[in-house]
T-cell receptor
Framework: KAGVTQTPRYLIKTRGQQVTLSCSPISGHRSVSWYQQTPGQGLQFLFE???????NKGNFPGRFSGRQFSNSRSEMNVSTLELGDSALYLCASSLDTNSYNEQFFGPGTRLTVL | GENVEQHPSTLSVQEGDSAVIKCTYSDSASNYFPWYKQELGKGPQLIID?????GEKKDQRIAVTLNKTAKHFSLHITETQPEDSAVYFCAASIGGGGADGLTFGKGTHLIIQP
């Protein structure tokens, strides 16, 4: 079974631009979560989607948004990029949000903002 | 919200020795505690998890203990091998970490000395 895939793997943008990252969950998984990983703050929860609905959102500004499609694939968007948005963005998928299902992480998208 | 503290930040042990990583959490409602291993260039991978109705869980060389009263949990790795070298993260959540998100510790860089 294929794992979680994220595209692109690496991205370089400049301040003020916007970016869209993509995540394809494991087949059959309906829950997709996004995390930001930085050396200073570690791994932080951005938001979670289940059946195309955002169920929860972490403590991030409104510049960070996401969506989920009917095939469970998800995208996250960051508008008006700031230098501090440079990070590894990780996507994780799981079967169901209502039980203790293992979350499987993708390899991440490394975003560099110049 | 939940806060997870993880110690030590770096741990160096001789191959064959044991390694112990400790975490504390703040929210008594948390009831799911996974441990992840992250290797360079990869996303975190679940290595073991424990739920609040269990005090200890073991899987081959890896074990996790949970003390709900003291709100701390620990990862124990016995007979360490070079391939155990990686960054380890503890996490806590209410439920399986899907909709509620996982709150991560800052990570422990485990170095196995040959």
């Amino acid at each position: 079974k294929a794992g979680v895939t994220q595209t692109p793997r690496y991205l370089i943008k400049t301040r003020g631009q916007q970016v869209t990252l993509s995540c394809s969950p494991i087949s059959g998984h309906r829950s997709v979560s996004w995390y930001q990983q930085t050396p200073g703050q570690g791994l932080q929860f951005l938001f979670e989607y289940f059946s195309e609905t955002q169920r929860n959102k972490g403590n991030f500004p409104g510049r960070f948004s996401g969506r989920q499609f009917s095939n469970s694939r998800s995208e996250m968007n960051v508008s008006t990029l700031e230098l501090g948005d440079s990070a590894l963005y990780l996507c994780a998928s799981s079967l169901d949000t209502n039980s203790y299902n293992e979350q499987f992480f993708g390899p991440g998208t490394r975003l560099t903002v110049l | 919200g939940e806060n997870v503290e993880q110690h030590p930040s770096t741990l160096s042990v001789q191959e064959g020795d044991s390694a112990v990583i400790k975490c504390t959490y703040s929210d008594s409602a948390s009831n799911y505690f996974p441990w992840y291993k992250q290797e360079l260039g990869k996303g975190p991978q679940l290595i073991i998890d424990i739920r609040s109705n269990v005090g200890e869980k073991k899987d081959q060389r890896i074990a996790v203990t949970l003390n709900k009263t003291a709100k701390h949990f620990s990862l124990h790795i016995t007979e360490t091998q070079p391939e155990d070298s990686a960054v380890y993260f503890c996490a806590a959540s209410i439920g399986g970490g899907g909709a509620d998100g996982l709150t991560f510790g800052k990570g422990t860089h485990l170095i196995i000395q040959p």
